[in-house]
């Protein structure tokens, strides 16, 4: 596969949920580096920039692919720096992928595990949108032998929500598909809520699909625990210097889907949003169940980078 099929593949939306989308940006970058036809230092360095520029042009909101364009970067200028030849550099590049990918997958497996243990017997787990992580850890309640119940809601526009039931019901739990709209009426019977996260600040606060707020809020006012599933590589390095996250808007199109909006209509499609940490009960991490005043000390400390 080329970097360029990757890269149109994250376009497309065939890639979904930060900790997948961040593999599949190693995966790219590496193959960038090593489909160069440059034989010098300065044109790697420019396919690598283009590169990782145009992944953070596709997912501006994901840490997964911030983390991995400056590990890429600082990896080229490592190699550079020790006189490395431009092959040598694409052999490092690859043993780097290789890694990367392997420790995401390790990493999602450790935290599925203390996931499924905040999970009780009989539990009904409420969550908004898709998450790999969140599959991850429903797949190990179902290898500890619990029985849970599953509600999740479309999660408009895009309704992600329906594959995340589909994998629920391949598990072999009963589930409920839920209207967006219905999240505080349905939040008051389920036990906690559980979702994933695209990007963590080091506040706690963490940015997710529109309307995981709104689930915050009531489960908050229900009293049900909200946990949100994450690796530590989700703390976005660019918030730890200071930068507010990057939210972005998507196609009016998603929401109007052949309708034509009246004169003086404006479409507001902002597909992600901040949570605060006050209404995060703990974060699941591979590291742990951790509170949200903790998880950015825990990627401070060089958890993972």
Known sequence: MKAQEIIH???????????AIGRAAVQALALAVEECDGHNHAELRARLESTGKELLRLTPVMAT???????AAQLLEERIST????????AAFQTWASEEIRGSEERLDRLAEYGANVIQEGAIVMTHSLSDSVLRTLRAVARQRKNIGIIATESRPLLEGRRTLEAASEIGFTSQLIPDAAMASRVKDATVALVGADAILPSGAFVNKTGTFLLALSASYFGVPLYVAAETTKVDPRTVEGHPPILGERSPE????????PRGVTVWNKFFELTPGEFVEAYVTEEGVVGPGSIGVLRHMGAHT
């Open 254 to 261: 998603e929401l109007t889907q052949g309708w034509k909006p």
């Open 65 to 71: 692919v911030a983390s991995a364009a400056r590990g």
């Open 9 to 19: 593949r994250i376009a497309a939306m065939e890639v979904r949920g930060g900790s």
């Open 83 to 90: 006189g490395a030849t431009p092959e040598e550099i694409k």
